[in-house]
């Protein structure tokens, strides 16, 4: 079984930072299911902008809480930096 941590910017130029075991099936849920996140429901749609997958949840739920962290300008070099 595959585990992501993923990345989405919202329609106010704000990033999520979540974890899923499918991010297809995920972003529908943001974007258009009742299972989205709270806190953007002001701010649909969403994009996906960065994934990771790791093998285990523990190792990605460490990276989702790792991301979260971090300030705006830390996560869009992250996003920039795949982009080039």
Not at 64 to 82: D, F, G, T
């Amino acid at each position: 079984m595959k585990h992501y941590v993923y990345i989405v910017e919202c329609s106010d130029g704000s990033f999520y930072t979540g974890y899923t075991l499918n991010i297809k099936n995920r972003l529908w849920q943001h974007n258009f299911g009742k299972q989205g996140a709270k806190s953007i429901k002001g701010k649909l749609p969403v994009e996906l902008v960065h994934s990771e997958e790791y093998k285990t949840k523990s190792q990605a739920l460490k990276r989702e809480m790792e991301i979260k962290s971090w300030p705006r300008e830390r996560k869009l070099k992250l996003v920039m930096s795949l982009k080039t």
